[in-house]
């Protein structure tokens, strides 16, 4: 049973970071595509950086060098590191998994998923 469990989220000003950390388990270890999304109010999920089991690393055209996914194996942690962000980077995250190769940033190719933790970037 895949288990995914957001944390990090919160308020901060524009400019400002925040850290989200995803814990998993119950997943394939040996073959997976991990991935941050976002979905603000009214507007379709979209995908902001996915990382391979062998750390490869893709992002949404809109991070612009901002955001920094990274994954701790030891302890079955995916981190996404916020920077600089902006009032348009504001809604919810969700951490996600498929226990196959990374294929795109596409939410469709995502299977499981976390709960979501709020961010809000005020101005």
């Known amino acids: 049973q895949v288990h995914l469990v957001e944390s990090g989220g919160g308020t901060v000003q524009a400019g400002g970071s925040l850290r989200l950390s995803c814990a998993a388990s119950g997943y394939e270890y040996r073959r997976y595509c991990m991935g941050w999304f976002r979905q603000a109010p009214g507007k379709e999920r979209e995908g902001v950086a996915i990382i391979s089991v062998r750390g490869w690393k893709m992002y949404g055209d809109f991070v612009k060098g901002r955001f920094t996914i990274s994954q701790d194996n030891t302890k079955n942690i995916v981190s996404l590191q916020l920077n600089r962000l902006d009032p348009d980077d504001t809604g919810i995250y969700y951490c996600?998994?498929?226990?196959?190769?990374?294929?795109?940033?596409?939410?469709?190719?995502?299977?499981?998923w976390g709960q979501g933790t709020q961010v809000t970037v005020s101005s």
């Open positions: 996600a998994y498929r226990p196959e190769l990374c294929n795109g940033l596409a939410p469709t190719a995502f299977g499981y």
